[in-house]
Nanobody
């Protein structure tokens, strides 16, 4: 599957951004979809994930209550709505996909087979 992320940009603290990831090349509903982020000099970290049907979602504690992940299995897209953004949310954001992922592996970036190209999110104070 090929992934194309979009929607990054620059926003002031407290603002909102919406990231989208469009998938092509395979049956989208077969894939667990997640968002990760990586700030300069830091490890890539899990942000949010959603299971195949969209019924179950998971979030890093640092974004819980502020970010919302959703998917549209007809339009083959996964979206990350980011509200109440903080300067510490500044990073390159990546969407990731995997067919066989289980819950215990959702937060492990090295368990995903497919990645989008990344989109920069910058939050100024």
């Amino acid at each position: 599957v090929q992934l194309q992320a979009s929607g990054g940009g620059m926003v002031q603290a407290g603002g909102s951004l919406r990231l989208s990831c469009a998938a092509s090349g395979d049956t989208f509903s077969n894939y667990v979809m997640s968002w990760f982020r990586q700030a300069p000099g830091k490890e890539r970290e899990f942000v949010a994930g959603i299971f195949r049907s969209g019924g179950r979602t998971y979030y890093a504690n640092s974004v819980k209550g502020r970010f919302t992940i959703s998917r549209d299995n007809v339009r083959n897209t996964v979206t990350l709505q980011m509200d109440s953004l903080k300067p510490e949310d500044t990073a390159v954001y990546y969407c990731a996909a995997d067919r066989g992922l289980i819950l215990s592996s959702m937060g492990m970036w090295n368990q995903y087979d497919y990645w989008g190209q990344g989109t920069q999110v910058t939050v100024s104070s």
